[in-house]
């Protein structure tokens, strides 16, 4: 198989997105509400770091084959700038929401539930059709993903119809956080250029191909949890094209001070 750079970019847009939520959910390891969900995130967040890793050194191969250039997981980790990022919006955005009022509000964790379910519902058909990709190392990646993220997706949707279904407040919760989130949705099904040729070349899907199955996935567990499906909106965020919101860079301070600190460290 030719190597292109729209495979590359493919690549590295899902190990974007799983690095990226992984480090947003590694918050909460010492802050949990309950121990339990405590460890439950930071075991699930090692599972997104775990798909990154895999993911960064297959593009590391894919990108050797088209350039030249030698690069390591830590390298695409820790050593791109903002834009360079091509993960979803949704995936960096902080774990507060429409309650907060700062961008040192308390972390709201009904934020965190409706944002990993509505990551995992999309990744379960994903990683699914990616299991017969043609490019067979991301088939194999696919594989092992597929298995982590019908448990995050499960844990998830328990929670969610837990709080929908629950206390007053936990449903408002919810739903406010459904409100919030479900518009930074429409970017996973926006068609572009790199999802056409890899869709050509057989080496990953269209997103948009199973936007049906995956509302009715989500449709089906907001009705479990009594909470009501916001009306779509027009605007579409652009992460995954390097335009990112005014919370990535603060992430990636976080995210990447120790290497920047210390670079070519090894320990």
């Known amino acids: 198989m030719k190597t292109t750079p729209q495979h590359l970019s493919y690549v590295l847009r899902l190990a974007d997105n799983a690095l990226i939520l992984g480090q947003r959910n590694t918050e909460w390891c010492g802050h949990g509400p309950v121990l339990e969900e405590d460890i439950a995130l930071a075991n699930m967040s090692l599972d997104l770091i775990g798909q990154a890793r895999l993911l ?9 084959a088209l350039s030249g250039a030698s690069k390591t997981e830590d390298d695409y980790a820790y050593q791109r700038a903002e ?20 961008t040192h509000a308390n972390k709201d964790y009904a934020v965190t539930i409706v944002r990993n379910f509505l990551y995992a519902a999309l990744m ?8 017969t990709s043609s490019d067979s190392q991301l088939a194999a ?39 919030y989130l479900m518009p930074y949705t429409r970017e996973f099904f926006a068609t572009d250029a790199v999802e056409e040729a890899v869709a050509a070349e057989s080496i990953g899907p269209k997103a948009a191909d199973f936007e049906a199955a995956w509302l009715e996935d989500v449709k089906a567990a907001l ?7 916001p009306e779509p909106v027009e605007h579409v965020t652009t992460g995954k094209h390097g335009e990112h919101s005014e919370h990535m860079g603060y992430l990636l301070a976080t995210m990447q001070s120790v290497a920047r600190q210390h670079p070519g460290a090894t320990w």
């Open 56 to 64: 960064y050194s297959h593009a590391a191969v894919l990108e050797l």
């Open 223 to 229: 009705e479990e949890a009594t909470l009501t499906l």
């Open 83 to 102: 834009r360079e990022f091509r993960n979803y919006t949704l995936a960096e955005l902080p774990h507060f929401g429409p309650f907060a009022g700062t």
């Open 141 to 179: 990646i696919a594989s092992k993903s597929i298995k982590e993220t019908r448990y995050h997706l499960h844990h998830a949707r328990e929670w969610l119809i837990r709080f929908g279904d629950g206390t007053d407040e936990s449903h408002r919760r919810a739903q406010a956080a459904l409100d």
């Open 124 to 131: 379960a058909h994903l990683w699914t059709a990616l299991e």
